[in-house]
């Protein structure tokens, strides 16, 4: 009897567990403040904060075009958001394998070096054309790469200076949604209700 009334109550105990997780993780709030939209034509970035435009970051995506077919080294197009957010404290440069860091930290343009660094934004698409986002591990990541930034270079992620990704990644959050388009900067800024005075440049 003693035996079944502890694993009675270590099966209380575990159901409790899994309740206070699952209550924790609705309590989380999503980010519906910011918006990211990706100009491919471009290679910008931009952030709107509550509708406004309030920074863009130059940025690269996919030397082979948009797409999200497996293996095929192009960036999705199209509506996305940030699912999660990895590198958080991590030194500018931290090298990532895996989405772990390394130990290593290798600096701007560090010469034959093309690794994941400082942050992770880890994107899921929200639609058909982009479904496969989360399972090939598109990102929003840094680069040491940095002089090849303004044109794509990348093998389906965007690139960014790792300056840029690591301020980017304190302000915003996980749900926030991000846009992969064809458009012209000039053609998405005057939809997106800019604040006066020009968009600070990342």
Not at 1 to 29: E, P, Y
Not at 39 to 54: C, F, H, R, W, Y
Request: charged share 20%; net charge neutral.
């Amino acid at each position: 009897m003693k035996r079944i009334a502890n694993m009675t109550w270590t099966s209380i105990a575990v159901v409790l567990l899994l309740l206070t997780q699952t209550a924790c993780s609705t309590l989380t709030a999503l980010d519906t403040r910011h918006q990211l939209i990706v100009s491919v034509p471009d290679q910008k970035m931009i952030l709107l904060e509550n509708g406004t435009a309030v920074a863009t970051y130059t940025i690269s995506t996919a030397k082979k075009g948009i797409g999200d077919t497996p293996d095929s080294y192009k960036t999705p197009g199209g509506k996305m958001e940030v699912a999660e957010k990895i590198g958080a404290g991590s030194a500018t440069g931290t090298v990532f394998k895996d989405r772990k860091p390394t130990g290593e930290i290798v600096g701007p343009d560090a010469p034959g070096r093309d690794p994941v660094v400082t942050r992770i934004l880890w994107l899921r698409g929200l639609e058909e054309q982009n479904k496969n986002a989360y399972p090939r591990f598109i990102y929003i990541h840094g680069t040491p790469q940095e002089s090849l930034l303004g044109n794509p270079a990348s093998y389906g992620c965007i690139r960014m200076r790792s300056a840029d990704v690591a301020e980017l990644f304190d302000r915003i959050g996980v749900g926030a949604l991000v846009t992969v388009t064809e458009q012209t900067v000039d053609q998405l800024l005057p939809v997106s209700k800019t604040a006066a005075g020009p968009v600070p440049q990342g």
